[in-house]
């Protein structure tokens, strides 16, 4: 199979031929033996696929052959995939049939084209691909990153930038979020961090943040809402969450920059940019290492706990209610509640509207601020609770 995919030199031609040959190998790399055959360097299964991903790509595009397109980056992706599970001294094997640092070239030039950028499946697929074939070669890597430099300047990317700056950006956080969660993948983002990108990006934060803290509070303030509109902002916080992803030196990077206490303050907002999820989703990130948990942990308000209350949260002594219990054994305990509790009104905050409460009682018991539901669902599930109480209760 691999054979005849080499030998096809026009897509256009033998697209009856690849689209079959295409079917049989998304079948075969559901199979894990299929998968170690198809990454062993003697069969050449990777260079073939480039070599064809390139003819794809440089043919007029259609949409069948955007379907074809995203079929074989789908399959060299799964490929990929595999090859970085095992040692690194296998997949340095392995990366020498990705053939040169020319079909890396190759394929970022191809980003720029109308049929991949308008086609986010495929440029999804097509960055992962990218990042696979870059891993611990450090030639690659520079090509890679050097592509992205120029919108990596995030003060000058708020104050102009245009359409295909921002497909660009876009496309990098696509790139960090796919890299694999690995020790291979790891040598991309320490290369990453070795070009100070991240630096770069906790320094933007720093600098453009609500520096006063009661100010990041107040989630109104003008600074806050200058802040959280900047255009970099959201871009930064999404690349840092997939650099941050099982990668121990981008974590210790942010945790050393004192951001957590300002990407905890982000994670409150709301807005039409999504600040406050992207901002949750880099905390559940940086989560997964025990010390910077414990910072953010830290970071967050104290919880002060209150009197615990029985019955209309009356505060009664330990003493009393023991005293109380052992006084009146001769009744049953729901008949002493009952006693008890004969002049409260509400036991909690939300009465339940049970089935022997005239509708009239239960009226003149309703909290004022009116937080009860009167729509027929709300006092179905009502009834159901008490039901199962007062079953509780007789058993």
Not at 13 to 27: G, T
Request: glycine letters at 4%; proline letters at 3%; hydrophobic letters at 40%.
């Amino acid at each position: 199979m691999v054979t005849r995919l080499g030998a096809i030199q026009s897509v256009y031609r033998a697209r009856p031929l690849l689209q079959v040959l295409l079917k049989l190998f998304r079948l075969c790399v559901k199979v894990s033996r299929c998968q170690e055959v198809l990454i062993q360097p003697e069969v050449g299964a990777m260079e073939v696929f480039l070599r064809t991903l390139q003819l794809c790509l440089d043919t007029e595009p259609d949409s069948s052959q955007a379907a074809v397109t995203e079929q074989l980056l789908d399959i060299m992706e799964t490929i990929l995939s595999k090859a970085t599970a095992g040692s690194f001294e296998q997949f340095e094997e392995f990366s020498r049939t990705f053939g040169s640092a020319e079909y890396v070239k190759s394929l970022l030039s191809c980003t720029s084209q109308s049929s991949v950028k308008n086609n986010n499946a495929v440029l999804v697929h097509l960055t992962r691909v990218l990042a696979a074939l870059v891993y611990g070669n450090r030639e690659k890597m520079q090509i890679l990153l050097d592509h992205f430099k120029p919108i990596l300047d995030f003060n000058k990317y708020d104050f102009e930038h245009n359409t295909d700056d921002q497909q660009k950006l876009e496309m990098f956080c696509v790139l960090t979020d796919g890299i694999e969660k690995n020790a291979i993948g790891n040598s991309l983002k320490d290369y990453i961090i070795s070009l100070d990108i991240v630096k770069d990006a906790l320094e933007y934060i720093t600098m453009h943040a609500p520096c006063v803290k009661p100010t990041l509070l107040r989630t109104d303030s003008d600074e806050l809402k200058d802040f959280i509109s900047k255009p970099a902002l959201k871009y930064i916080l999404r690349f840092l969450t997939g650099l941050a992803h099982s990668h121990e030196k981008t974590q210790l990077a942010i945790a050393s920059a004192d951001t957590i206490p300002i990407i905890h303050r982000l994670e409150q907002v709301s807005s039409d940019e999504h600040v406050g999820s992207l901002a949750e989703n880099l905390l559940e990130a940086l989560c997964t290492n025990a010390d910077v948990a414990q910072q953010i942990d830290a970071a967050k308000p104290r919880k002060t706990i209150g009197y615990t209350t029985v019955s209309h949260f009356n505060i009664v002594h330990i003493d009393c209610h023991m005293s109380a219990v052992r006084l009146a054994r001769a009744r049953d305990e729901w008949e002493s509640a009952a006693l008890q509790n004969a002049n409260t009104k509400c036991n909690g905050l939300l009465p339940l509207w049970g089935p022997q409460v005239p509708e009239s009682a239960f009226a003149t018991e309703q909290l004022p601020s009116g937080v009860i539901s009167d729509d027929t669902e709300s006092k179905q599930s009502e009834f159901d609770i008490l039901s199962c109480s007062d079953s509780a209760f007789t058993s």
